[in-house]
């Protein structure tokens, strides 16, 4: 029986909508169990950080992913390791060997000139999917708005399919405040000189998540979700949660929400 009156989602492969799930390390049990139920809910995965470097069976665990239509990358900070020790053949060794046709480029933890980092972009924009992220990941390290904007726009033009809106897996730095709220003047100016579609907003926490879609709607790019998180993710955009239940409903419908 179908239910009428949700928001439209669209299929994979999606433009608009798109999930990133973070990937810390599941095993290989555990990642079955995720395509089995959510395969079709998620975008892309990030083998988050370093864990690609550690991990066992990981070959194993990215052909199941892709059999599943999903996109796997890297954690940007294993790029940056590579990088900073002036090893980018390695990394590019790497993510071959790995079998990987998606890389994040970031620079969240060490310093590298903007210029450079978008030459890194269109080096592997060649042959690869892109995202990469904007903002650092230290708490204490602010960027001004037009400074967000600016390398957005720019890390787009140089070849980035996504930008990321930089939130750490703890979603208390970059586009939020050190209490986890979203930071609503900075995410207004981005959206003004920045296509929406093209963004995709670290959410990790369920009010994050909510507020991205009660302020933009069903179909923001939500990325760096938990992996059991993708399906109570997916309710939330249709309004089939507490949170967002009448956010989509027709207003011959809101006189029936409890006060």
């Known amino acids: 029986m179908k239910l009428t009156l949700l928001p439209e989602r669209a299929q994979k492969p999606r433009s608009k909508g798109v999930t990133m799930v973070m990937d810390k390390g599941l095993g290989m049990s555990q990642a079955r169990d995720l395509m089995s139920t959510a395969a079709h809910l998620i975008d892309f995965i990030k083998l988050g950080f ?30 940056e390791a590579f990088m900073v020790r002036d090893q980018l053949e390695n990394y590019i060794q790497h993510i071959d060997n790995l079998g990987l046709d998606a890389v994040e480029i970031s620079d969240g933890s060490v310093k590298i000139p903007h210029e450079k980092k978008c030459e890194y ?35 787009l033009e140089a070849g980035s399919s996504f930008v990321i809106g930089e939130a ?9 405040s050190h ?24 959410a ?26 993708a399906i109570p993710l997916e309710t939330l955009r249709l309004g089939l949660r507490g949170d967002t239940f009448f956010d989509f409903l027709p207003d011959n419908l809101q006189h029936l929400k409890l006060e």
């Open 50 to 79: 370093g864990t690609s470097y550690v991990s066992k069976n990981i070959e194993e665990k990215v052909r199941l992913y892709q059999e599943h239509n999903i996109r796997v990358f890297t954690g940007g900070t294993l790029f």
């Open 121 to 155: 972009i269109e080096l592997f924009s060649r042959d690869r999917l892109v995202v990469s992220e904007v903002g650092a990941k230290e708490a204490g390290v602010t960027m001004d708005h037009k400074e967000w904007i600016l390398q957005m726009n720019n890390e």
């Open 168 to 176: 750490r897996e703890s979603g208390t730095v970059g586009i939020y």
């Open 179 to 202: 209490n986890g709220k979203a930071d609503n003047s900075l995410i207004d100016d981005i959206l003004k000189e920045v296509p929406k579609e093209k963004i995709i907003w670290e």
């Open 204 to 229: 990790p926490l369920k009010p994050q998540q909510v507020w991205f879609i009660k302020t933009m709607g069903a179909d923001v790019n939500l990325g760096n979700i938990a992996p059991f998180d």
